[in-house]
């Protein structure tokens, strides 16, 4: 950001647009003091009802995806015109462009989310109404009922209760969760089953477990935890994060590394260091960081799956 730009942080070094809401023409309120702008909104609360909607970097939706957001999540709108609403999604403060006519201003407290890769929403509590409603992990509903098997949304759709928990149910080990994905499809910007990439991968899959985490890899390499020696990248355990530029993976052993990755074009399985040759192979860096979690080491992950 240029200083002469109408739009500037007081400080030399600019806030990070990705995760701050504030454009030329008007910033977020919160920032009131940190950035120059004609205008401050405080922005209204919305929440996202289609299935997930794609992110995008600039209004026009031509613009790079740079992350997806789901249903039920709430997001903070601080413009909204014909071609699209530009807002910061309340989960991960990531910022963007969303169609408008996915937010509704109905902001029920959820109650539970859904804990399958994806499912379905149906108009009646029975498995053969035609054109269910597609749902995904983490998507937060507004339970008001059951109907034998089926639980009643606000919205009078019903999803059956065996994919669903209640919000403070979360899982003993990310790992388990990330590992879920395996094969699922590479997207860049991805948070679902349909497709993800590798930042969105590590996101869900803390998020499932009750855990914090920022949307992107380098973010994601200031979360808690103990940064390893990368002199020999040796005794690494299950549930350590290693970082490449731009890239992110899970390792689920000593020896075994989980990943989405535009290689395979899904999520995989690999052994740590052949990828760690392959990769400074095709010129695309060496390992930056590797970050163990807090109380996440393998003595003290569960090897069980996430609730269902």
């Given at each position: 950001m240029?200083?002469?730009?109408?739009?500037?942080?007081?400080?030399?070094?600019?806030?990070?647009?990705?995760?701050?809401?504030?454009?030329?023409?008007?910033?977020?309120?919160?920032?009131?003091?940190?950035?120059?702008?004609?205008?401050?909104?405080?922005?209204?609360?919305?929440?996202i009802t289609a299935a997930k909607v794609p992110l995008h970097k600039g209004h026009d939706y031509d613009s790079p995806v740079v992350s997806e957001i789901i249903y039920g999540d709430d997001v903070t709108?601080?413009?909204?015109?014909?071609?699209?609403?530009?807002?910061?999604?309340?989960?991960?403060?990531?910022?963007?462009?969303?169609?408008?006519?996915?937010?509704?201003?109905?902001?029920?407290?959820?109650?539970?989310k859904i804990t399958a890769l994806s499912t379905f929403a149906y108009g009646r509590p029975d498995l053969?109404?035609?054109?269910?409603?597609?749902?995904?992990?983490?998507?937060?509903?507004?339970?008001?009922g059951r109907d034998g098997d089926y639980m009643r949304l606000k919205d009078g759709r019903f999803v059956h209760q065996r994919h669903v928990a209640e919000l403070q149910e979360v899982a003993d080990d990310f790992v388990s969760v990330a590992e879920r994905y395996v094969e699922v499809p590479y997207l860049w910007g991805g948070r679902t089953c349909d497709g993800i990439d590798c930042s969105g991968l590590v996101q869900i899959a803390f998020e499932f477990s009750g855990l914090a985490c920022p949307r992107d890899s380098d973010m994601q390499?200031?979360?808690?935890?103990?940064?390893l020696d990368l002199g020999s990248m040796e005794g690494m355990q299950r549930g350590d994060l290693v970082f490449w530029p731009g890239h992110v993976a899970i390792m689920v052993d000593d020896t075994m590394m989980?990943?989405?990755?535009?290689?395979?074009?899904?999520?995989s399985v690999e052994p740590f260091f052949a990828a760690v040759t392959r990769i400074a192979s095709r010129g695309d860096g060496d390992v930056v960081a590797i970050l163990r979690p807090p109380a996440l080491s393998a003595g003290d992950l569960a090897a069980g799956d996430p609730p269902e």
């Open positions: 240029n200083s002469n730009s109408s739009t500037e942080r007081s400080s030399s070094k600019p806030l990070d647009p990705r995760i701050n809401a504030y454009r030329s023409d008007r910033a977020s309120a919160s920032l009131r003091g940190q950035v120059k702008a004609p205008s401050f909104i405080e922005g209204r609360l919305a929440r709108v601080y413009d909204e015109a014909a071609n699209g609403a530009w807002v910061q999604n309340n989960r991960d403060g990531y910022v963007g462009y969303v169609p408008s006519g996915c937010l509704s201003p109905d902001m029920a407290q959820p109650t539970h053969k109404t035609p054109l269910p409603y597609k749902l995904y992990m983490n998507s937060r509903l507004h339970v008001v390499q200031s979360l808690p935890g103990r940064a989980l990943h989405a990755n535009a290689r395979d074009m899904a999520v």
